[in-house]
């Protein structure tokens, strides 16, 4: 069992950085591979990004490639975001999630963990 907690969002300016963070607890934490999700309102829940169970494997949607990174640290539990040069379009309720296979994987029904999201918000 992993359960997963968002946080680091918040209200911003386009331009601006944000980190997102997102603690896990459970047993398994630093042999699954961890996703990051976006919901913007009245849309579907989007991909973001991905990292496996060690960090050496990352994958990111092409609209955030180059602007977010992705990083782990399995010592402290905890999936980050890095997110710059933030644009109106990022805004919307990002989820961390959790797929204790190890599959670095774009889609939403391959995670079986999520968390209970973070609103990021970023004004013109």
């Known amino acids: 069992q992993v359960q997963l907690v968002e946080s680091g969002g918040g209200l911003v300016q386009a331009g601006d950085s944000l980190r997102l963070s997102c603690a896990a607890s459970?047993?398994?934490?630093?042999?699954?591979?961890m996703g990051w999700f976006r919901q913007a309102p009245g849309k579907e829940r989007e991909f973001v990004a991905a990292i496996n169970w060690s960090g050496e494997i990352m994958y990111y949607a092409g609209s955030v490639k180059g602007r977010f990174t992705i990083s782990r640290d399995n010592a402290k539990n905890t999936v980050y975001l890095q997110m710059n040069s933030l644009k109106p379009e990022d805004t919307g309720v990002y989820y961390c999630?959790?797929?204790?296979?190890?599959?670095?994987?774009?889609?939403?029904?391959?995670?079986?963990?999520w968390g209970q999201g973070t609103q990021v918000t970023v004004s013109s």
């Open positions: 999630a959790a797929d204790p296979r190890g599959r670095v994987g774009g889609t939403s029904t391959e995670y079986n963990y």
């Open positions: 459970g047993r398994t934490f630093s042999s699954v591979a």
